[in-house]
């Protein structure tokens, strides 16, 4: 069973905005940490953002800090992540992942469940 689904990618030129959204449907998003992830064509998966179980911690990449954040929604179940500024190299496939009662982690290896992913294309 699907755990979590992402949605809200789509094509966006340079300079633009998009919001992912990241719908968890087996655990109360209260008690997970969530993180973004991203992959580009060749490349290997890179962390993006990370919010705490708690949301008293978050941390980004230093490559999308002070354009990117990330937020929970504990009524509605659902993460988020709001790209701003977007640039050609944002372009990828994002993916969340959750991390039960985590303290906000970078490391891939170290959150339980996956979405599908969903792509992000900036054109120049």
């Known amino acids: 069973q699907v755990q979590l689904v992402e949605s809200g990618g789509g094509l966006v030129q340079a300079g633009g905005s998009l919001r992912l959204s990241c719908a968890a449907s087996?655990?109360?998003?209260?008690?997970?940490?969530m993180g973004w992830f991203r992959q580009a064509p060749g490349k290997e998966r890179e962390f993006v953002a990370t919010?705490?179980?708690?949301?008293?911690?978050?941390y980004y990449a230093d490559s999308v800090k002070g354009r990117f954040t990330i937020s929970k929604d504990n009524a509605k179940n659902t993460a988020y992540l709001q790209m701003n500024s977007l640039k050609w190299e944002d372009t990828a496939v994002y993916y969340c992942?959750?991390?039960?009662w985590g303290p906000g982690r970078t490391n891939a290896l170290e959150y339980e469940y996956w979405g599908q992913g969903t792509q992000v294309t900036v054109s120049s």
């Open positions: 087996k655990r109360a998003i209260g008690t997970l940490s």
């Open positions: 919010r705490s179980w708690n949301s008293v911690s978050t």
């Open positions: 992942a959750e991390d039960p």
